[in-house]
């Protein structure tokens, strides 16, 4: 049934008739296309062209617009054309076909390399203004709607902010201590390593206990959550946006920042805190077991040595840090969930953007309060 | 040529499919013949869906047998089913559109992936495509976030129709589109299927496409085909479900437009 398509071209004087056979379908249609290129200077010659489609044998839509397309070309060069040998069940298609492609497309504007590339920067710039606009609006949001709660207090969705910290608190736990573990010991092996050249290997349990404590303990959780919980919250809020749940949200009278991004930060401010102390612990355990086994140090000895080089102001310096890191990763992942487009793809890219931002400004933060830490003498 | 000769274009014999302990498909035999359309409908969570998923290998079947023309039909990633993908066409209910793809892309995707074509016929093809099913060549370059319900769908089919698939599997094809677009989509089906020589498959809901378009319909009720044929035999049979169907109230209210 289905035959290799051929196009028989004869000319006789003015006059070229074409004869098309076998099968102009889809699946044949680079050969099609090579026959139509190929028929198309004779039809420029001729002055009256007769196409007979008695001979076709199967017919689809590529075939009959490469057909169409061939009628086209010899009309607009002013020729005059004759359609014979119409199958019955292929007239219908053949009509159909006809009527498409009729508006010519407009040219795509040509453009000037060096303002397409100026126009990239300039919109990149806005777009960080956008951004910092957009970190804002939602921390206000976040603060009416915090203030709201104040004043009606049971307004707050507790069973939700619960579910929240199970999610990002409670089931955060077994990879943060496995981390955080190895980052103590990590950092244990090295300080003896090192430190053994001249003698200071006590000293490795100060480096750990106050490079854990005030630095990489809360720096390291946060970063893993918003990894973690950043990234889901984006891609949540990033699909209810899509399937327009937040729409469905506002227009039941429902503020979408009470009860969907409210219970998120502040499930995200309290857990944060625990992780990062459960992390800290996790570490100086790592370090202790790498002094016992590598370095050479009873636990006892160890304990002792921590408890001369750290204070209560180290363990305050990190842990106050949490809930600003926790606040920061909960609102860029927010504000990005919120900016999703329709596409797949946009769903993508804003959960890139928000885990990149919030580790960025989680990293910036920490530079700051480093600074201020360090100006008021703690 | 006689009826008997005729091959089916999809031939489905003793076919069950379930979910855990919950049969949805039970020993379901189905013939659809070449060029006709067939109306599948049924109960809301009956498994009509469930059906045309089977039978284009999305959802794995417990027994039995399913033959495209005259193809047997494994499991989506099976080789078999690949080849056969090519000759049919699926519109998903909710469009299934690429997201990040525009309406052009859209189309062109079959295209670019199974057959070896200048980009510029390519691109008169997707144009062509779209035309016919009702859309301006200016809702090319639009992504489908961008478009209603209607054009969705009607994009769908474009998509669907890309290859000039021998098969076209067609999932409640006018839900949700205003009576007039519904129209519009039928009489389109219709067109294409005598233009194209379609075999279609629809899983509908709208009693007027299937006393309009159908050439058959099928009912499916407690995971069976309990009655199958042109319209006027389904009016008329006895099945309890089959009555509740055609004659509840709502298909009253078409009475006396439909005679």
């Given at each position: 049934m289905a035959s290799e398509p051929l196009l028989t071209a004869t000319s006789a004087g003015e006059l070229l008739e074409l004869r098309p056979r076998g099968s102009w379908t889809a699946s044949r249609v680079t050969t099609l296309e090579s026959l139509a290129a190929a028929a198309a200077p004779a039809i420029d010659r001729a002055n009256t062209v007769k196409l007979d489609l008695a001979d076709l044998g199967e017919l689809d839509t590529v075939g009959a617009w490469l057909l169409e397309k061939l009628f086209r070309r010899a009309v607009s060069a002013g020729h005059r054309v004759d359609v014979t040998g119409v199958a019955a069940n292929y007239a219908g298609l053949i009509e159909e076909v006809r009527q498409v492609n009729r508006q010519s497309r407009p040219p795509p504007a040509a453009q000037n390399p060096v303002v397409v590339r100026l126009g990239e920067i300039g919109r990149s710039a806005s777009g960080a203004t956008e951004d910092v606009a957009a970190f804002l609006q939602m921390l206000g949001s976040l603060f009416v709607a915090m203030l709201g709660v104040l004043r009606r207090p049971r307004s707050l969705r507790i069973t939700s902010a619960v579910y929240q910290l199970y999610r990002v608190g409670w089931q955060a736990i077994p990879i943060i201590v496995l981390i955080m573990f190895l980052i103590g010991a990590i950092i244990a092996q090295q300080g003896f390593f090192h430190f053994r050249r001249f003698g200071a290997e006590s000293y490795t349990v100060d480096m750990v206990g106050i490079l854990v404590l005030r630095e990489l303990g809360v720096l390291i959780v946060a970063i893993m959550v918003a990894g973690r919980s950043g990234s889901a919250y984006t891609a949540e809020l990033g699909s209810m946006k899509m399937r327009e749940e937040i729409d469905a949200l506002s227009t039941m009278g429902l503020d979408p920042i009470e009860v969907l991004i409210l219970p998120r930060v502040v499930a995200l401010i309290c857990a944060l805190p625990i992780l990062t102390f459960i992390g800290v612990m996790a570490a100086l355990y790592g370090g202790g077991l790498v002094a016992q086994?590598?370095?050479?140090?009873?636990p006892a000895i160890y304990i002792a040595r921590l408890h001369d080089a750290i204070s209560v102001a180290h363990f305050e310096v990190g842990i106050i840090k949490a809930p600003f890191m926790a606040l920061v990763i909960g609102i860029v992942a927010c504000s990005e969930g919120l900016r999703v487009k329709g596409s797949a793809e946009s769903l993508g890219r804003q959960t890139t953007t928000s885990v990149v931002k919030s580790i960025f400004l989680v990293i910036v933060l920490d530079g700051l309060f480093a600074v201020f830490f360090a100006s008021i003498g703690m | 040529m006689p009826q008997a000769e005729q091959p089916a274009a999809i031939r489905v014999r003793d076919l069950v499919v379930g979910f855990g302990r919950q049969?949805?498909?039970?020993?379901l035999s189905l013939d659809v013949r070449k060029g006709e359309i067939l109306g599948l409908v049924g109960a809301s969570g009956g498994g009509k869906s469930v059906l045309m998923r089977t039978i284009i290998g999305l959802i794995p079947r417990r027994s039995g047998t399913i033959e495209v023309l005259g193809r047997p039909v494994g499991g989506v990633r099976d080789r078999r089913t690949q080849n056969i993908a090519g000759q049919w066409g699926i519109l998903f209910q909710q469009g299934a559109l690429f997201s990040s793809l525009t309406v052009r892309q859209n189309v062109q995707f079959p295209l670019r992936e199974n057959l070896v074509l200048s980009e510029e016929l390519m691109d008169e093809i997707a144009i062509a495509k779209l035309e016919m099913v009702g859309?301006?060549?200016?809702?090319?370059?639009?992504?489908?976030?961008?478009?209603s319900g209607g054009m969705i769908k009607r994009v769908a089919l474009a998509r669907a129709l890309a290859l000039d698939p021998q098969i076209v599997f067609l999932d409640e094809?006018?839900?949700?589109?205003?009576p007039i677009a519904a129209g519009d989509f039928d009489a389109l089906i219709a067109t294409l299927q005598k233009t194209l020589g379609l075999t279609v498959f629809m899983v509908t809901h709208d009693l007027a496409s299937l006393n309009t378009v159908c050439d058959r319909v099928a009912a499916l009720a407690d995971g069976k085909i309990v009655a199958i044929g042109p319209m006027r035999e389904l009016l008329q049979s006895e099945h309890p479900w089959v009555r509740a169907y055609f004659h509840g109230k709502r298909s009253q209210m078409l009475q006396p437009q439909a005679s």
């Open positions: 086994f590598y370095g050479g140090m009873s | 049969v949805v498909i039970d020993h859309l301006a060549p200016g809702d090319a370059d639009k992504f489908p976030s961008e478009l094809p006018t839900s949700g589109l205003d």
